[in-house]
């Protein structure tokens, strides 16, 4: 289990909470170590590109 999401039983129920922290720490390394060579490495995770269609003027 990754710990991101804690469980409390209370009878016959589950409550479940998100761990933020743990949330947290995970995107921090995702971000510090995937993110930054998605261009690279992964061209389809780089931002895409936008194009703007010209409107047809009178």
């Given at each position: 289990?990754?710990?991101?999401?804690?469980a409390?039983?209370?009878?016959?129920?589950?409550?479940?909470?998100?761990?933020?922290?743990r949330?947290?720490?995970?995107?921090g390394?995702?971000?510090?170590?995937?993110?930054?060579?998605?261009?690279t490495?992964?061209?389809?995770?780089?931002?895409?590109?936008?194009?703007?269609?010209?409107?047809?003027?009178?």
């Open positions: 289990m990754a710990g991101l999401v804690a409390r039983r209370d009878g016959r129920f589950i409550y479940c909470s998100p761990n933020f922290e949330m947290r720490a995970l995107v390394y995702l971000t510090d170590n995937c993110c930054s060579l998605a261009a490495s992964a061209p389809e995770c780089a931002d895409p590109v936008v194009t703007r269609r010209k409107s047809k003027t009178a």
